[in-house]
């Protein structure tokens, strides 16, 4: 098993910066990816962003370039650094890890066993 918990979370105006972090517990020595996915109101959860074991990341068109996926080297944090957020960013951001490997970090729900509850980024115009 694999405890995952998300802080960092918040409000910020638009163009601003946060940062969230993902701490796991447990047996994360089985998983292959991580991820981070967010959901907003009346929508689907979708990916946000992904990373392999190696360090491959991945990310959803619509925060390339805003945003950067980095884990430490015992793969015992998982962060998301979010920079020129926009009102469209805000959702609940959820930490996700996985054990199968793929070429790159997928970006979907399916392949993520773990899943932490949440953390709440609202960005206001």
């Known amino acids: 098993q694999v405890q995952l918990v998300e802080s960092g979370g918040g409000s910020v105006q638009s163009g601003g910066s946060l940062r969230l972090s993902c701490a796991a517990t447990?047996?994360?020595?089985?998983?292959?990816?991580m991820g981070w996915f967010r959901q907003a109101p009346g929508k689907e959860r979708e990916g946000v962003a992904g990373?392999?074991?190696?360090?491959?990341?991945n990310y959803a068109d619509s925060v390339k370039g805003r945003f950067t996926i980095s884990q430490d080297n015992a793969r015992k944090t998982l962060s998301l650094q979010m920079n020129s957020l926009k009102p469209e960013d805000t959702a609940m951001y959820y930490c996700?890890?996985?054990?199968?490997?793929?070429?790159?970090?997928?970006?979907?729900?399916?392949?993520?066993?773990?899943w932490g509850q949440g953390t709440q980024v609202t960005v206001s115009s």
């Open positions: 990373i392999k074991r190696d360090g491959t990341p």
């Open positions: 447990g047996n994360t020595w089985v998983t292959n990816s």
């Open positions: 996700a890890a996985g054990n199968t490997v793929f070429a790159l970090p997928p970006l979907s729900r399916r392949p993520y066993t773990y």
